[in-house]
């Protein structure tokens, strides 16, 4: 397997970046009309973390982490690692000593659709991590492969440059054209969910307030009280 390093590949702005960090995951895939998400899979190996930084990206063989140490040089403040190999893979790719030296260039935590170890360790450094699996099983360095070029992840495709967010719920990529827009948008829909929680907490049902009484009549959906269900449990209109 041959490959490519890019270097200095554009980026989304920082002080946007730290914008869209004020926002959860959940919120900002809403925003874009709920797009953007990797999959379940990919969970936090902390809790109560949540990173947002500018994509490096890196296409790996399966149980190598040799295009890991090549990225390393290309990634810089405000960064997130972003790893995904030719195969599935679930392979402990990246650990402590990783993070140590990510860290020191100011990157914000990495996402990984293989595995990940040291994750004590990773807790302790409060390096931020999410992967698909977490596997003590080491790996080599021997096979060429590829540093911020597209990937694609659970069928996001990520570029370099794109922005991460991650936090308790996920992992959402942004494209990085969409970053201001998607920062007011988030904007709009959190404004939009505090009145809405503001009227839970004054006693309205959700039924009323999105208008679902309607919906459930269109379904066919019946009140009954318990003595007339009790009377005829099997019956519906």
């Not at 982490?65 to 990634?75: D, F, P, S, W």
């Not at 893979?89 to 990940?116: K, P, W, Y």
Request: aromatic share 4%.
């Amino acid at each position: 397997m041959s490959g490519v390093i890019v270097t200095d590949p554009p980026k989304a702005e920082l002080k946007d970046v730290d914008a869209l960090a004020g926002y959860g995951v959940a919120t900002v895939s809403e925003a874009m009309g709920r797009t953007g998400l990797l999959g379940p899979e990919v969970r936090p190996v902390q809790q109560g973390v949540r990173v947002a930084g500018t994509a490096v990206t890196v296409l790996s063989w399966p149980g190598d982490n040799l295009m890991i140490h090549a990225a390393v040089e290309q990634c810089g403040e405000g960064d997130i690692l972003v790893v995904t190999t030719t195969s599935p893979c679930t392979d402990g790719l990246f650990g402590e000593l990783f993070a140590t030296a990510l860290q020191q260039r100011g990157v914000r935590g990495v996402v990984t659709n293989t595995g990940i170890r040291d994750t004590q360790e990773l807790r302790d450094m409060g390096f931020a991590a999410w992967s698909r699996a977490v596997s003590s099983q080491g790996t080599v360095k021997a096979t060429g492969g590829s540093v911020n070029v597209p990937i694609a992840i659970d069928g996001q495709v990520i570029r370099p440059g794109d922005v991460i967010l991650a936090d308790d719920d996920g992992v959402v990529v942004v494209p990085r054209e969409r970053v201001a827009e998607t920062v007011e948008k988030s904007a709009a829909r959190e404004a939009k969910e505090a009145a809405t929680r503001a009227a839970f907490i004054d006693g309205q049902l959700g039924l009323d307030r999105y208008g679902l009484r309607e919906t459930l009549k269109n379904l066919g959906v019946e009140y009954k009280s318990y003595d007339e269900y009790a009377a005829n449990p099997g019956e519906s209109s």
